[in-house]
T-cell receptor, first 114, second 114 residues
Framework: GENVEQHPSTLSVQEGDSAVIKCTYS??????FPWYKQELGKRPQLIID?????GEKKDQRIAVTLNKTAKHFSLHITETQPEDSAVYFC?????????????FGDGTTLTVKP | DVKVTQSSRYLVKRTGEKVFLECVQD?????MFWYRQDPGLGLRLIYF???????EKGDIPEGYSVSREKKERFSLILESASTNQTSMYLC?????????????FGAGSRLTVL
């Protein structure tokens, strides 16, 4: 089955700095790579995703890059703010009939210091 | 506008008790999932369902069963609770088709087994 490794497990940055979280996956059939953010005491929520036919995707201060050859993808957050502090999970999944059967990384706890 | 509702936020049960965790979604999603979340271990898939009365094992199904009698409802059952099942349980749903991979999570059910 799919195996997703996520690094680092904890990350502390100063407000305004950039943060990068990296994930690797094992199954070359995976073609969808979402990132979820989970604030303390709340449910995980999708913040950005990328499909295998795209190398990079941006949404304001957040970007995700994908290298299918190397089987790794990364989350980049620029100009970090205290409200970015949360646990971030990467995931990998395939299309139908396995769609939605996502395998998650172990999570990265990001702390943004004011 | 809560879309995935888990009936119990906190439960305390005794070893050997039968435990029911209920999940209801109002988005007419075909796919429903039960994940278990433990610190440092990410989200691990217990069971999922693509249709009414259909179920598939995830990565850690041992000690659990599920029921999906109606499209909107997916129940997780612990036949005989054990202390190692103390955890946060997250229900999620997604639709089939091009958006099938995006998961919408419930708020979670924190189970403590004494």
């Amino acid at each position: 089955g799919e195996n997703v490794e996520q690094h680092p497990s904890t990350l502390s940055v100063q407000e305004g700095d950039s943060a990068v979280i990296k994930c690797t996956y094992s199954d070359s059939a995976s073609n969808y790579f979402p990132w979820y953010k989970q604030e303390l005491g709340k449910r995980p929520q999708l913040i950005i995703d990328i499909r295998s036919n795209v190398g990079e995707k941006k949404d304001q201060r957040i970007a995700v890059t994908l290298n299918k050859t190397a089987k790794h993808f990364s989350l980049h957050i620029t100009e970090t703010q205290p409200e970015d502090s949360a646990v971030y999970f990467c995931a990998a999944s395939q299309g139908w009939p396995n769609a939605g059967k996502s395998t998650f990384g172990d999570g990265t706890t990001l702390t943004v210091k004011p | 506008d809560v879309k995935v509702t888990q009936s119990s936020r906190y439960l305390v049960k005794r070893t050997g008790e039968k435990v029911f965790l209920e999940c209801v979604q109002d988005m007419d999603h075909e796919n429903m999932f039960w994940y278990r979340q433990d610190p440092g271990l990410g989200l691990r898939l217990i069971y999922f369902s693509y249709d009414v009365k259909m179920k598939e094992k995830g990565d850690i199904p041992e000690g659990y069963s599920v029921s999906r009698e109606k499209k909107e409802r997916f129940s997780l059952i612990l036949e005989s609770a054990s202390t190692n099942q103390t955890s946060m349980y997250l229900c999620a749903s997604s639709k089939q088709g091009s958006g099938a991979n995006v998961l919408t999570f419930g708020a979670g059910s924190r189970l403590t087994v004494l």
